[in-house]
Structures are given as C-alpha cells and as structure tokens.
C-alpha cells in the first residue's frame, strides 16, 4: 500500500533552537495531516495540508507541502519543553484509509 | 462533552484467551478506526469502518475481529490468533467530507499485556 518515509526517527533539540521534520512520498499525495502523541497520550490533529507548495503556519510550528505533492516538512522555531512528543505525518491510501508515518520522537535539552 | 471513550485503559490477558477492547464515539462521526502502536513505533491500521454494518481490513488484520452494529461503536476483539498482542491500542473516529476522511479524533487507548 501507499507509505509514506518520515525522517529523522529522533530530534535532540537544545531548547531555544529550531529543528525540521520530514515526510517523503514516492507518490503523489492528494494531501498529508500532520499529528502530535505527546509521552503516555494519544495523537492530537495539528493540520492538514492540501495545495501543492501550501505553507501553514501554527504559532512556532510552519507546516509545508511540496510544489509536487510528494513531500512534507514541520519546522518549529525556538523549541521549548512543550514540544517535546512524537511528530506524526499521516497520507490518504484511499479515500477512508489514513497511513501514517513512523513519527519524529523529538527530545528537548534544557 | 463530545468525544471517544475507550475502555479499559489498561488490560492483562493470558496466553490463548480473547479479549475485547470497547470504543464509543458520541461525536456521531460515520467512520472508525482501529490502530495498533508498538513502543518507538508509528500507527499500524487494524480495521476501519465507514458505515454501520460494514468495515474493512486493515494493514495488520490478522488475528482481530470487529464489529459495528452501532454507528457509535467499534469494538476490538483480540483473538487467541493473534501472535504478538501486547500493544498500545488506539481507536479513532473521522467525519467523512465529501467521501473522504477528515481529520482523526483519537480516544486515550488501551494498553494491552499478555502475561
């Protein structure tokens, strides 16, 4: 089925930089969701992305998508301790079936 | 308030026996899903539904069963077939816009040991 690569698997992050996350696809996307599982919790929907080069912005987190729909990338400027969790990105593989990917587990040095 | 309950949120279980997971939904979302989280590992589809009476497998159905009856539930059995059960189960609900999935809502999950 429709899979989608997330890299890196890990984020040590000093608190106060910035960091990215990415979702590669070898196929054309009609559009990606991007999830947050802080530890011991569930995944939270962070947004979803639709246009081909589609850039989102939520506060420190800017969300992109690729001009050819096949890639993604969360960036998050001056980490903080609540950043901290696992970054999810999820693909339609049909029209009800979400994939997602293995995650980010981001780790933040204060 | 509106959400997904599942129960129970922590269960043992020996070798060969089933054992049933429950999700409700009061959000009155048509689908629903069922995904299994292994330690440092992403979310693996089990089964989803999109409409009463009907559901379809997953990526990693084997050794599962569901139903849905109701349109506000979609519980999980985990049968004795199941080699490797011991995992985090998450069950989640999306409305369908314009026939396809929105975004997911999850419950807190069930963590699932076999002893």
């Known amino acids: 089925g429709q899979q989608v690569m997330q890299i890196p698997q890990y984020q040590h992050v000093q608190e106060g930089e910035d960091f990215t996350t990415y979702c590669n696809s070898s196929t054309t996307l009609s559009n990606i969701q991007w999830y947050k599982q802080r530890p011991g919790g569930h995944p939270v929907f962070l947004i979803q992305l639709v246009k081909s080069g589609e850039v989102k912005k939520q506060k420190r987190l800017t969300f992109q998508f690729g001009e050819a729909k096949k890639n993604s990338s969360l960036h998050i400027t001056a980490t903080q301790t609540t950043d901290v969790g696992t970054y999810f990105c999820?693909?339609?593989?049909?029209?009800?079936?979400?994939?997602f990917g293995a995650g980010t587990t981001v780790t933040v040095r204060a | 308030d509106g959400g997904i309950t599942q129960s129970p949120k922590y269960l043992f279980r020996k070798e060969g026996q089933n054992v049933t997971l429950s999700c409700e939904q009061n959000?009155?979302?048509?689908?629903m899903y069922w995904y299994r989280q292994d330690p440092g590992q992403g979310l693996r589809l089990i089964y989803y539904s999109q409409i009463v009476n009907d559901f379809q497998k997953g990526d990693i159905a084997e050794g599962y069963s569901v139903s849905r009856e109701k349109k506000e539930s979609f519980p999980l059995t985990v049968t004795s077939a199941q080699k490797n059960p011991t995992a985090f189960y998450l069950c989640?609900?999306?409305?369908?816009?314009?026939?396809?999935?929105?975004?997911?809502?999850f419950g807190e999950g069930s963590r699932l040991t076999v002893l």
């Open positions: 999820a693909i339609r593989a049909n029209d009800y079936k979400l994939s």
């Open positions: 989640a609900s999306s409305v369908l816009a314009g026939g396809h999935t929105g975004e997911l809502f």
């Open positions: 959000l009155n979302h048509d689908a």
